[in-house]
C-alpha cells in the first residue's frame, strides 16, 4: 500500500483561523508545541495520525477536507500550472512554490482560479482567451479532490455489497433494480435502428436502450450509470454545485463523469479492488476478468486509490490518438510531471502500439529533471461506428513513478539493467538543448545556430 504522508498545512491553518485562535493556543488544546503547530502550517511537517485525531475531536470538522481543499489542488497542480511556456523566464522552483503555497494559500488559490478561468495551458496554449475550456475546468475540479469522491465510493460500495448478496450476475443484478425501482425496462437494439448511439434513454417507452455494439462490460457499465444517475443524484448534485462552475456545459460534464465515477465504484468496490490490486501486483490482465471489465475502465479505476487510510498506488491515465492527441487525462494522487506534457514526446513510443501487433511491455521513462516512469500502453477499439463507417482508436496509458513501479508484476522479467529513456514534456517546455526530434524552440530559451557546422539536432537550444 501507498503511505503517502498528508500534508495539509493550508487546511489546519484555515480551521485555527476560523476559530479565531492563535497558534500557542491551538497547540495548547490540541497538547503539541507551537513550534510544530508552526512546522506543520508551513507544510514542514505532514499532519500525524493523531494529530488528524485530536483536530476532528477537537474542531469538529470533516477530515476529507484537508486533502480536498489544497489551494490550487495541491503543489502538483500548481507545478502544471507555473509550467505553461508564458512563466519559462520566472524558473521557480519546488522549494519556492513550497513557500508560496504554506505562507499564502489564499494567493496561490485566486492565482489557481484565474489561470484557470482565463483558459491558461488549455491544450498547451498560452493565450489567455476570455472563455474558459469546460474540459480544462472540470479537469481541475476533479484535480482538487484528486479524483477521489469519498461519498460517491461508500454510496458505491454499500450497494455493490447488497446487488451482490440478491445476485451473483451484476447485469442481470442492476437490470432488475432498474426495472424494480425505477420501472426501466431494458433492451438492446440492432445497429441499424441505432446507427449512432450506443445507450439512450426512452422515457415514454420507460426503457434503457443499448445498442448491440456495446460488449459485456460496456453494458454493465452502462446500466451502472443510469443506477448512479437515478440513485446518487443527491452526491452529485452537491458536488456539482460545490464546484460552482459558472458554465452550463462545464457542469454537466462534471455530472456526467461523477456519474460514471459511481459506476466505476459500483462494478468496481473500493476494498475489494484495491485487496485484488495488491494481491495481484497490479496485474491488469487478471484485474479485468476478475471484475469483468474493459481496460479503459480499469485504467479510470486505477487512478482514483486515494481513499485515506487505504491508498493504493498513484497511477495516471492519458487517452491518446493516432495523431499524438490527448482526449483525457487523469491524474489522481500522482506526480503530473509526464502526464501534464504539452504533448507527446516523439522520442516516447506510446504511439507505436497503432502499428504493432500485441502488446508492448512496460517502458522505463525518465524526464528532463530526471524523475523516472513505468509506463504501460494499450490499444483499445471503441465500440461502434460513425456514420462515416470510422471506428475510434486510442492508446491507454497508466503510467506511475518510478521508484513504486518495483510493486508491479508486470515488470517481472523486464531488466533492471535496461536504460530509461529520456523524455521531455513536449518540446516548448522541453529543457534538454540537443534533442535530435526537436520541432519548435523551447520557450524562454535561444536557438542556437552554426552556419560552419550541422548538429545532429537540427534545432539546438541553448542550455541553462
Known amino acids: ?97 513550497e513557500e508560496w503555497l504554506a505562507a499564502a494559500p489564499g494567493g496561490a488559490e485566486a492565482f489557481a482560479r484565474v489561470f484557470d478561468r482565463l483558459g491558461g495551458a488549455a491544450g498547451g496554449a498560452a493565450d489567455m482567451t476570455p472563455t474558459p475550456d469546460p474540459t480544462v475546468l472540470v479537469r481541475r475540479e476533479i484535480e482538487r479532490w484528486r479524483n477521489h469522491f469519498p461519498d460517491l465510493d461508500a454510496a458505491a460500495e454499500t450497494l455493490a455489497d447488497e446487488l451482490r448478496l440478491n445476485a451473483g450476475d ?25 446507427p449512432d448511439r450506443l445507450t439512450r434513454l426512452d422515457l415514454h417507452a420507460r426503457q434503457l436502450q443499448l445498442s448491440e455494439m456495446l460488449e459485456a462490460p460496456g453494458r454493465v457499465f452502462a446500466l451502472a450509470v443510469q443506477v448512479a444517475q437515478s440513485e446518487a443524484r443527491g452526491e452529485i448534485e452537491a458536488l456539482a454545485r460545490g464546484a460552482a462552475f459558472g458554465d452550463r456545459i462545464a457542469e454537466r460534464l462534471f455530472r456526467r463523469y461523477l456519474a460514471q465515477y459511481f459506476a466505476a465504484a459500483l462494478v468496481m468496490p473500493y476494498a475489494r479492488f484495491l485487496r485484488a ?23 479510470h479505476r486505477l487512478t482514483t486509490l486515494n481513499r485515506v487510510g487505504a491508498r493504493g498506488l498513484p497511477f495516471f491515465m492519458l487517452r491518446i490518438d493516432r495523431a499524438g492527441q490527448v482526449s483525457k487525462r487523469l491524474i489522481g494522487a500522482s506526480d503530473p510531471g509526464l502526464a501534464e506534457a504539452d504533448g507527446i514526446c516523439p522520442l516516447w513510443d506510446a ?22 516512469f513505468v509506463t504501460i500502453a494499450r490499444r483499445v477499439d471503441h465500440a461502434g461506428r460513425s456514420s462515416s463507417g470510422v471506428t475510434a482508436r486510442f492508446v491507454i496509458v497508466l503510467g506511475l513513478a518510478g521508484d513504486l513501479a518495483s510493486q508491479l508484476a508486470a515488470l517481472q522479467g523486464l531488466d533492471p539493467a535496461v536504460r530509461a529513456i529520456p523524455i521531455g ?40
Do not use: W
Open 1 to 97: 500500500m501507498n503511505a503517502t504522508k498528508l500534508i495539509a498545512g493550508h487546511a489546519v491553518r484555515r480551521v485555527r483561523r476560523q476559530n479565531a485562535l492563535s497558534q500557542a493556543a491551538m497547540a495548547e488544546m490540541l497538547d503539541i508545541s507551537p513550534s510544530y503547530l508552526n512546522l506543520v502550517e508551513r507544510n514542514q511537517r505532514p499532519v500525524s495520525a493523531a494529530l488528524l485525531v485530536r483536530l476532528v475531536e477537537t474542531f469538529d470538522f470533516d477530515p476529507r477536507t484537508l486533502t480536498a481543499a489544497a489551494p490550487g489542488g495541491g503543489a502538483a497542480a500548481m507545478r502544471r500550472r507555473l509550467a505553461d511556456p508564458m512563466f519559462a523566464d520566472l524558473e521557480i522552483d519546488r522549494s519556492e512554490l
Open 170 to 194: 451484476l447485469y442481470a443484478a442492476l437490470a432488475e433494480r432498474l426495472r424494480v425501482r425505477h420501472a426501466l425496462a431494458i433492451r438492446v437494439l440492432p445497429v441499424d435502428i441505432m
Open 277 to 299: 490490486c495488491e494481491a495481484t501486483g497490479y496485474d491488469l490482465a487478471v484485474l479485468r476478468r476478475r471484475f469483468g471489465v474493459s481496460h479503459e475502465q480499469l485504467a
Open 351 to 372: 504511439l507505436g502500439i497503432f502499428d504493432r501487433a500485441g502488446d508492448p511491455p512496460p517502458q522505463r521513462v525518465a524526464m528532463p529533471d530526471g524523475t523516472p
Open 425 to 464: 514534456p513536449g518540446c516548448r517546455r522541453c529543457p534538454r538543448p540537443d534533442c535530435p526530434q526537436r520541432a519548435v524552440a523551447a520557450a524562454g530559451r535561444a536557438l542556437i545556430v552554426n552556419e560552419r557546422e550541422r548538429a545532429v539536432a537540427s534545432l539546438a537550444c541553448a542550455a541553462d
